[in-house]
C-alpha cells in the first residue's frame, strides 16, 4: 500500500481514533467514580502499559502474518502510549500531589514502585524524541535500533511498578506479564534463528 493514499490514510485516521478511545473510556467514568483521582490515574497508567505491550505485539505479528506493512503504524502506537504515561504522570503530580514537589521527590526516592516508574518514564523520553524519521537518519539504524531495544527493559519495569503497586492479588498482573514475557521470548527465539542462518550460510559459503 502506498504511503499516503487514501487507504493509508484512512488506516491512520481509524488507529488515531482507536488509540485517543481510553482518553473517555477513562475520563467519562472519572466523573461518577467514588475516587475520581485515583481512578484517573489508575486509568491512564494501565492504558499506557497496554499500549506498551501493543508496541511490542506489531513485530511479531507482522512477521508471522506476513504483514510488513504493520511495522509503518508502530511508531504512532509508541507515541501514544507515550502520551498516556505523560498524562499519568500529570495527573500524579497535578491532581494527586497537588505539585508538592517536596512529598513528590520523596516517594521517588522511598517508594520502589514510584522509583521503578520514574526509571521507566525517563528511559522512554530518549526513545519518543528519536521517533522521526529524521532521527532515526541522523542516529543511524544500527545505533537507534541499540537505543530502542531500551524498550525490552521499559515494558518491563511497568510491569514491576503495577506488581509492586499492590500487596495482594496479582491475577491481573500475571496475565500482563505472561503476554510480555511470551512477545520478549519471541524476540529472543527470531535472534537465535537469525544468527543460526548466518551461520549456515557463512558455513555454505566456506564450503
Ligand atoms: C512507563 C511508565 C509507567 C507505566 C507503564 C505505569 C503504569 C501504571 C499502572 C499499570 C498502574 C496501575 C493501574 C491500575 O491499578 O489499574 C499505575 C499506577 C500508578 N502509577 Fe504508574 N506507570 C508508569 C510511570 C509512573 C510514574 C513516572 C509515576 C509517578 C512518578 C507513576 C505513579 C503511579 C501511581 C501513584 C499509581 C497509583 C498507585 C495507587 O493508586 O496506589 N507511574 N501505573
Redo the contacts with the bound molecule.
Keep these: 500500500m502506498a504511503k499516503g493514499s487514501i487507504k493509508d490514510r484512512l488506516i491512520y485516521a481509524a488507529m488515531w481514533l482507536a488509540l485517543a478511545a481510553p482518553l473517555p473510556i477513562v475520563l467519562v467514568p472519572a466523573l461518577t467514580a467514588f475516587n475520581p483521582i ?1 481512578y484517573i ?10 499500549l ?1 505491550i501493543l508496541g511490542l505485539v506489531i513485530t511479531p505479528a507482522a512477521r508471522i502474518f506476513n504483514l510488513p506493512v504493520l511495522i509503518r503504524y508502530r511508531r504512532t502506537v509508541g507515541l501514544f ?1 507515550f502520551t ?2 505523560v498524562l ?2 500529570l495527573s ?2 497535578v491532581l ?1 500531589q497537588f505539585f508538592d514537589w517536596n512529598r ?1 521527590f520523596q ?2 526516592l522511598k ?1 520502589p ?2 522509583t ?9 523520553i530518549p526513545l519518543a524524541v528519536t521517533s522521526t524519521n529524521g532521527m532515526l537518519r541522523r542516529l543511524g539504524p544500527v545505533l537507534w535500533k541499540r537505543l530502542h531495544s531500551l524498550i525490552y527493559l ?2 518491563p ?3 514491576v ?2 506488581w509492586l ?2 500487596k495482594a492479588d496479582h491475577d ?1 498482573q500475571i496475565v ?1 506479564g505472561a503476554i510480555i514475557a511470551v512477545l520478549l521470548a519471541w524476540r529472543v527465539w527470531d535472534r537465535f534463528q537469525a544468527a543460526q542462518r548466518r551461520k549456515a550460510r557463512a558455513a555454505a559459503k566456506a564450503s
Design positions: 485515583e490515574l489508575r486509568g491512564l497508567g494501565l492504558w499506557g502499559l497496554r506498551l502510549a498516556y504515561i499519568h504522570l500524579y503530580v494527586d513528590i516517594d521517588i517508594r514502585f514510584i521503578i516508574g520514574m526509571g521507566a518514564f525517563l528511559a522512554l521499559i515494558v519495569a511497568g510491569l511498578h503495577y503497586m499492590v491481573s500482563y
